[in-house]
């Protein structure tokens, strides 16, 4: 069986030498849910787009189930679904409507839309809307229509460009839980995202690209695991003291302190399990009353930063 | 689990007619046809009811009875609004409205999209003029007592006429960038820009403009008189000068030719520019 997504070399330039995607390979394995993680304007949806035939390539290759994207854009489509942007719908026409429509183009018989319509529908939490105009839906309802229609025909690669950007914090929870819902599921997913707590929580690989390069691509787990570097945050009972700080400062491992608060430091420590274990009993040893010491933002946070600044 | 069913997308031309089948809904829902539809029939009950409302008789000669309904105030004015509701954003909207991002990563070719829109733009605007002469002719019969061959022929040269004018509105609508630009600039263009410039190329400046469609629509009112008039013109003297204005008629077969000519360079001009266009933004 083909590969579900491959870029080869692939390329997109706008001229004036301003390259939005320069050289990206990419093999995605099948029934992996792959986050795409990068900047603003690091090449993610430019990537998605000449993917969905949205954007001409430049130079280079994409391939969808084995099928030259721009070779054969109707065959390469043909089992791919795929929400990119935020995109629009025609207002006047309903969910049921839209998911005829969409269906019937992607060779769907009438009674297979009315099944699967049902269980989209009841998928994405939208089935009392299923005879509305479309133009009276929010974004965020739009959004979980638009991730309903990339699910109707039942494709084994869906591929989604930043499918939270936009929505309130409850629409963010939403979809999150529809991806989930699809993790559970046999698909290849490929999801654009800003977020990396979403990426972390649902991704079991990443690919990470900058300028349009790719930096790292790997499962999460063995991406995390390459971290040298963690951040912890350590809230005492009693005041910071600052002949205890210097110390903390000369211990073997801590490569930053901040002070937050005067209850409430941070530090970037490079170690193991049991060296940060015997870090804790040192800052005991301080005199220092410690309430909590805990690791401090996520670790593909911080693996991401070192990637974004060491390719600038 | 999800099992992936592998389905093969349907043969290009049933895509067309999804497309086209589509197309039509939407326009119906959006309340376009409607409106359409609503300025048909009160132009229809203009050229039928002004005249008794007037005092005057309708004229009993069929021919003569068939004109005011193939005359460029008439039947090219239904033309050129059609044209511009259902042709002069069909591409840009796309674009604009972002329903491009929902359509275009499917398993259909641009090719097939363009097919599908322009099958439903000339479905529309020719169900339109095909009402239309389907009115004037029964009422022809029923107050003239028949109706000529000249009606026939109007109405093919309508129908042709109709197709280049959509021609122009989706060449229009996959060049510019935004929606009421593109149906502000077809109507403008149909309706004004084309007549003045044959205006003032032909009548004043003594060129026939042949190639000019507004002037090849003419053809669609003209060929109910019989005899076919000819190109004439007369001085007059103003302000101490003589100035001679040109009426020049077109030529059936080199309309014919002309109306073809726009239909098929300007589909073939949108097709290119439509594929060639990329949903950027």
Same mark, same amino acid.
């Given at each position: 069986?083909? =590969?579900?997504?491959?870029?080869?070399?692939?390329?997109?330039?706008?001229?004036?030498?301003?390259?939005?995607?320069?050289?990206?390979?990419?093999?995605?394995?099948?029934?992996?849910?792959?986050?795409?993680?990068?900047?603003?304007?690091?090449?993610?949806?430019?990537?998605?787009?000449?993917?969905?035939?949205?954007?001409?390539?430049?130079?280079?290759?994409?391939?969808?189930?084995?099928?030259?994207?721009?070779?054969?854009?109707?065959?390469?489509?043909?089992?791919?679904?795929?929400?990119?942007?935020?995109? =629009?719908?025609?207002?006047?026409?309903?969910?049921?409507?839209?998911?005829?429509?969409?269906?019937?183009?992607?060779?769907?018989?009438?009674?297979?839309?009315?099944?699967?319509?049902?269980?989209?529908?009841?998928?994405?939490?939208?089935?009392?809307?299923?005879?509305?105009?479309?133009?009276?839906?929010?974004?965020?309802?739009?959004?979980?229509?638009?991730?309903?229609?990339?699910?109707?025909?039942?494709?084994?690669?869906?591929?989604?460009?930043?499918?939270?950007?936009?929505?309130?914090?409850?629409?963010?929870?939403?979809?999150?839980?529809?991806?989930?819902?699809?993790?559970?599921?046999?698909?290849?997913?490929?999801?654009?995202?800003?977020?990396?707590?979403?990426?972390?929580?649902?991704?079991?690989?990443?690919?990470?690209?900058?300028?349009?390069?790719?930096?790292?691509?790997?499962?999460?787990?063995?991406?995390?695991?390459?971290?040298?570097?963690?951040?912890?945050?350590?809230?005492?009972?009693?005041?910071?003291?600052?002949?205890?700080?210097?110390?903390?400062?000369?211990?073997?491992?801590? =490569?930053?302190?901040?002070?937050?608060?005067?209850?409430?430091?941070?530090?970037?420590?490079?170690?193991? =399990?049991?060296?940060?274990?015997?870090?804790?009993?040192?800052?005991?040893?301080?005199?220092?009353?410690?309430?909590?010491?805990?690791?401090?933002?996520?670790?593909?946070?911080?693996?991401?930063?070192?990637?974004?600044?060491?390719?600038? | 689990?999800? $099992?992936?069913?592998?389905?093969?997308?349907?043969?290009?031309?049933? #895509?067309?007619?999804?497309? *086209? !089948?589509?197309?039509?809904?939407?326009?119906?829902?959006?309340? !376009?046809?409607?409106?359409?539809?609503?300025?048909? $029939? +009160?132009?229809?009950?203009?050229?039928?009811?002004?005249?008794?409302?007037?005092?005057?008789?309708?004229?009993?000669?069929?021919?003569?009875?068939?004109?005011?309904?193939?005359? *460029?105030?008439?039947?090219? +004015?239904?033309?050129?609004?059609?044209? $511009?509701?259902?042709?002069?954003? *069909?591409?840009?909207?796309?674009?604009?409205?972002?329903?491009? @991002?929902?359509?275009?990563?499917?398993?259909?070719?641009?090719?097939?999209?363009?097919?599908?829109?322009?099958?439903?733009?000339?479905?529309?605007?020719?169900?339109?003029?095909?009402?239309? @002469?389907?009115?004037?002719?029964?009422?022809?019969?029923?107050?003239?007592?028949?109706?000529?061959?000249? *009606?026939?022929?109007?109405?093919?040269?309508?129908? +042709?006429?109709?197709?280049?004018?959509?021609?122009?509105?989706?060449?229009?609508?996959?060049?510019?960038?935004?929606?009421?630009?593109?149906?502000?600039?077809?109507?403008?263009?149909?309706?004004?820009?084309?007549?003045?410039?044959?205006?003032?190329?032909?009548?004043?400046?003594?060129?026939?403009?042949?190639?000019?469609?507004?002037?090849?629509?003419?053809?669609?009112?003209?060929?109910? #008189?019989?005899?076919?008039?000819?190109?004439?013109?007369?001085?007059?003297?103003?302000?101490? #000068?003589?100035?001679? +204005?040109?009426?020049?008629?077109?030529?059936?077969?080199?309309?014919?030719?002309?109306?073809?000519? @726009?239909?098929?360079?300007?589909?073939?001009?949108?097709?290119?520019?439509?594929? !060639? !266009?990329?949903?950027?933004?």
């Amino acid at each position: 069986m083909q =590969e579900p997504i491959v870029l080869e070399n692939l390329t997109k330039d706008y001229g004036n030498s301003f390259k939005a995607v320069d050289v990206l390979n990419l093999n995605v394995k099948r029934n992996s849910f792959v986050g795409f993680l990068g900047p603003n304007g690091a090449g993610k949806t430019t990537t998605i787009k000449m993917l969905t035939n949205l954007l001409t390539i430049t130079s280079g290759k994409a391939y969808l189930n084995g099928v030259d994207v721009s070779a054969d854009p109707k065959n390469a489509l043909s089992d791919i679904g795929a929400v990119v942007e935020t995109p =629009e719908f025609y207002p006047f026409l309903t969910p049921v409507e839209t998911f005829e429509y969409l269906g019937s183009l992607r060779g769907m018989s009438k009674e297979e839309v009315r099944k699967r319509g049902k269980e989209v529908l009841e998928l994405v939490k939208m089935t009392e809307w299923s005879t509305t105009r479309i133009g009276k839906f929010s974004k965020g309802m739009k959004q979980r229509i638009a991730l309903a229609q990339a699910l109707i025909h039942e494709p084994s690669v869906i591929i989604l460009d930043e499918p939270t950007s936009g929505l309130d914090p409850r629409g963010m929870v939403e979809v999150r839980e529809v991806l989930l819902e699809l993790k559970k599921r046999d698909y290849t997913v490929f999801m654009s995202s800003h977020q990396l707590n979403e990426v972390q929580e649902i991704c079991s690989e990443v690919a990470m690209i900058d300028h349009g390069r790719l930096l790292a691509y790997d499962s999460v787990t063995s991406l995390i695991s390459k971290i040298e570097s963690k951040r912890l945050e350590v809230r005492i009972a009693n005041q910071v003291i600052g002949g205890a700080m210097d110390s903390v400062r000369g211990y073997a491992g801590v =490569e930053l302190l901040n002070v937050l608060t005067p209850s409430t430091f941070q530090l970037d420590f490079k170690g193991g =399990e049991e060296e940060q274990a015997q870090l804790l009993l040192f800052l005991q040893s301080q005199g220092l009353k410690i309430v909590s010491f805990k690791e401090s933002g996520l670790a593909l946070e911080n693996l991401y930063m070192n990637l974004i600044k060491s390719s600038r | 689990m999800a $099992t992936s069913l592998k389905r093969s997308p349907p043969s290009d031309m049933k #895509q067309v007619m999804l497309v *086209a !089948r589509y197309d039509i809904y939407k326009h119906l829902r959006s309340r !376009r046809l409607l409106g359409l539809l609503v300025i048909e $029939t +009160l132009l229809l009950v203009l050229i039928l009811a002004l005249p008794p409302l007037l005092g005057h008789q309708y004229n009993k000669d069929p021919d003569g009875y068939m004109s005011s309904f193939a005359s *460029a105030n008439t039947i090219n +004015l239904l033309i050129i609004i059609g044209a $511009t509701l259902f042709a002069g954003d *069909a591409i840009v909207s796309e674009y604009q409205n972002r329903t491009g @991002y929902l359509i275009f990563p499917n398993p259909v070719k641009k090719s097939v999209l363009f097919a599908g829109k322009l099958l439903a733009s000339v479905i529309i605007i020719d169900g339109a003029v095909l009402i239309w @002469y389907g009115v004037g002719m029964l009422s022809g019969v029923a107050i003239t007592g028949s109706v000529t061959i000249l *009606a026939v022929y109007s109405l093919l040269l309508a129908l +042709l006429y109709s197709i280049a004018c959509i021609g122009v509105g989706f060449f229009l609508s996959a060049l510019m960038k935004g929606s009421t630009g593109a149906l502000v600039f077809t109507f403008a263009l149909l309706f004004l820009i084309l007549p003045i410039v044959d205006f003032t190329v032909g009548a004043i400046g003594g060129v026939k403009p042949e190639i000019s469609l507004a002037f090849a629509g003419g053809t669609v009112g003209d060929v109910m #008189q019989t005899p076919y008039p000819v190109d004439s013109n007369h001085t007059q003297h103003i302000g101490g #000068q003589n100035l001679t +204005l040109y009426s020049w008629i077109p030529n059936v077969t080199t309309s014919i030719i002309v109306m073809l000519g @726009y239909s098929a360079a300007l589909g073939a001009l949108t097709l290119v520019l439509f594929k !060639r !266009r990329e949903m950027v933004g």
